[in-house]
């Protein structure tokens, strides 16, 4: 039978709730989910639970573990890895290519969110808001189809790793390194902005590093 576009809007609507809990760490890697649990949770009934959750398991968000059932996918030290040097690549080559061919609109609105970010130092929900806008119109400044799907479906692997903006020391840092790639922007000088973005996320890696030797 085929679904009505509530039925897909309800779906999709549960699967971006659960992706955002789990990046707020609402929801713990390891942690075990059920249909009746989430269907009660997010007051939907079963069958768009259903579909929420098999695309989640096709995106590698969940993970269904024998004996265990359907977990929270927990990432490897390896993969954590793996991530952040295709994000350093990908989102290098966006910032590399918004240099040279970002429209004026674009980059003085990615100017306005760290703006708006200072604002913010001291709200780790908005934030966290506030930087998934910053990063999601930073790659569509690229005006490269392709590597927006890339930098897209790395995101999604990415929302697995709770927000680091919560504390205090990153969420300045990360403000600061913010605001040094958009005056390589602004310039126009791509070397400088891809170098800056790269930094940017070398350093959030280590930051995460430092947290899992603690």
């Known amino acids: 039978m085929t ?3 509530k039925a897909r809007d309800v779906s999709h609507t ?21 249909e009746v649990a989430l269907a009660e949770k997010f007051g939907v009934s079963r069958t768009p639970i259903r579909e929420a ?14 004996r265990r059932g359907l977990i929270i996918t927990d990432l490897s030290h390896q993969q954590i890895g793996e991530l952040y040097i295709m994000r350093e690549v ?3 080559a966006a910032a590399r290519l918004a240099a040279l061919s970002g429209s ?5 609105t990615l100017k306005d969110l760290v703006t708006m970010e200072a604002g913010a130092l001291d709200d780790p929900q908005q934030l966290s808001e506030i ?26 692997t990415m929302s697995l790793l709770p927000s680091l903006l919560g504390e205090g020391a990153r969420a300045r840092s990360a403000h600061e390194q913010h605001i040094q790639i958009v005056e390589a922007l602004q310039k126009r000088e ?24 603690t």
Do not use: C, W
């Open 3 to 5: 679904k009505t576009p």
């Open 90 to 92: 990908l989102e290098g």
């Open 14 to 34: 549960v699967y971006e709730q659960v992706r955002d809990a789990i990046h707020s760490g609402e929801f713990k890697v390891g942690e075990r989910v059920t």
């Open 53 to 66: 959750i098999s695309k989640l398991e096709i995106d590698g968000l969940l993970t269904n573990v024998p």
């Open 190 to 213: 791509p070397d400088a902005a891809e170098q800056a973005i790269r930094q940017h996320i070398r350093s959030s890696h280590q930051h995460r590093l430092m947290l899992a030797a």
């Open 104 to 108: 004026d609109a674009e980059i003085t």
């Open 131 to 156: 930087n998934k806008r910053f990063h999601r119109l930073l790659a569509l400044a690229a005006h490269n189809r392709y590597l927006l799907a890339a930098i897209e479906q790395l995101s999604i």
